[in-house]
């Protein structure tokens, strides 16, 4: 079994940064990309971002070039590097994890971040 443990959410102003943290232990070798996404209240939970094991990234448009995902995979973790945010981007962030084939899906149990002044 895989757990998904994600950190570094809290409370930051506008135009401030932050950055998130996701941990995977477990059988963790069956992950092969892990991501973020991210439900705002009354919304709908959306992508952020994307890598796979091989360090190939996706992102999605809205984020605006404003955020960026690593991964480090000695330490079985993936980084979300959030800069000039926006009070719109405060929601919970989860973080994901997928087999190869997307068979198996696995998710934290998220962390908030709230933009505010």
């Known amino acids: 079994q895989v757990q998904l443990v994600e950190s570094g959410g809290g409370l930051v102003q506008p135009g401030g940064s932050l950055r998130l943290s996701c941990a995977a232990s477990?059988?963790?070798?069956?992950?092969?990309?892990m991501g973020w996404y991210r439900q705002a209240p009354g919304k709908q939970r959306e992508l952020v971002a994307t890598?796979?094991?091989?360090?190939?990234?996706n992102y999605a448009d809205s984020m605006g070039g404003r955020f960026t995902i690593s991964r480090d995979n000695a330490k079985n973790t993936v980084y979300l590097q959030m800069s000039s945010l926006k009070p719109e981007d405060t929601a919970v962030y989860y973080c994901?994890?997928?087999?190869?084939?997307?068979?198996?899906?696995?998710w934290g149990q998220g962390t908030q971040v709230t933009v505010s002044s």
């Open positions: 477990g059988s963790s070798v069956t992950i092969y990309a």
């Open positions: 994901h994890g997928r087999n190869l084939i997307g068979t198996r899906q696995y």
């Open positions: 890598i796979t094991g091989g360090g190939s990234t």
